[in-house]
């Protein structure tokens, strides 16, 4: 055999791919962590002694926040509790076995709540309708019942950067009105913060994050068999705009958290009836408008600080 015969010659069929494979998730896992890492730290989403309550559906979302949140956990500068909680709408065929045997095998802290909306929105919700209100609204009560009964100080839900964006989107299209999904918020009964750790994540992240991780996904066959949505159509509608257009999700997340009050049209936000001419240059005045609004969409990602660890602890699971 050549001496000179190179390691790529030897390596068995395959071993390039496995090892770019490798390389890809490593970086995927990188950027997920840093992410999410940083959603928690521009919002204060934990703080130290919290128990958070992560609400895992067994879809790609929820399974992917709860996998990241214990990995920095690890590692974080503050200590927190996790507890897993299911949902169990009693929809026919669910694979009620999975979601536990997962999360003993996880050796995560987790319940199961069995409560029977399915029947309930099936009755209630003509065929052919959409079931997404009702559901939300008897899945969100419960899970708040819960988040007391466990001592839970913060509720997490896996909705991600897609859905903050779409939602936007939904309440112009159809609501008209500038409302979003919030990182943070107070729960309607007033009684529980609910944070979103994925709002940086981009949907695509995730499924070849879910794909890499193997997670056990249970489809939903309630509101997830519903193609007709105008949420799907809207999803569709932005990931053919970031095919076109790379970065264009990102810059309308980026626009979320950049209002400027005086340029929009809501006077209980700014005060249009009183204002005056005063004879002094104004901040943000009409050269609001010399900017190019038509320019190329940015495709450089986010802006992003990790989560770091207090000083002297080991670097933190978002840090490259």
């Not at 050796?107 to 309930?120: A, C, L, M, W």
């Not at 500038?178 to 529980?192: A, E, F, T």
């Not at 006077?267 to 004879?279: K, S, V």
């Not at 408008?289 to 660890?309: H, S």
């Amino acid at each position: 055999m050549n001496d000179r015969t190179d390691a790529a010659t030897l390596a068995p069929p395959g071993a390039g791919d496995e090892r770019k494979a490798r390389f890809e998730a490593n970086k995927l896992s990188k950027r997920l962590h840093r992410q999410v890492g940083q959603a928690i730290a521009d919002f204060n989403m934990i703080e130290a002694g919290d128990k958070v309550m992560v609400c895992l559906s067994g879809g790609k979302d929820s399974y992917a926040l709860l996998d990241i949140l214990l990995s920095l956990r690890q590692r974080a500068p503050v200590p927190f509790e996790i507890v897993a909680v299911n949902l169990d709408q009693k929809q026919p065929g669910f694979p009620e076995h999975v979601l536990p045997g997962y999360l003993t095998q996880l050796g995560v802290p987790f319940h199961i709540e069995n409560q029977d909306t399915y029947s309930v929105v099936k009755k209630l919700i003509p065929e052919g309708q959409t079931m997404c209100s009702l559901c939300s609204r008897l899945r969100r009560g419960i899970l708040y019942r819960v988040a007391g009964e466990l001592g839970a100080t913060k509720i997490a839900l896996g909705h991600h950067r897609d859905d903050m964006v779409v939602t936007l989107l939904m309440n112009m299209f159809f609501g008209s009105r500038l409302k979003g999904m919030p990182p943070k918020l107070v729960s309607d009964d007033g009684r529980h913060v609910v944070i979103r750790p994925l709002a940086y994540v981009a949907e695509t992240d995730l499924e070849r994050w879910a794909e890499h991780r193997r997670f056990p996904i249970i489809p939903c066959t309630l509101c997830g068999s519903q193609d007709n949505l105008q949420r799907v159509q809207v999803k569709a509608m932005i990931r053919e705009w970031e095919r076109k257009y790379p970065g264009r999700i990102d810059n309308m997340l980026t626009a979320m958290g950049k209002v400027v009050p005086s340029h929009l049209m809501d006077r209980n936000l700014f005060p249009f009836t009183t204002i005056r001419a005063e004879g002094r240059p104004v901040a943000g005045g009409d050269i609001a408008f010399d900017e190019e609004p038509c320019a190329a969409p940015a495709t450089a990602p986010l802006t992003l600080q990790p989560w770091r660890a207090a000083p002297g602890a080991a670097p933190t699971a978002t840090e490259d």
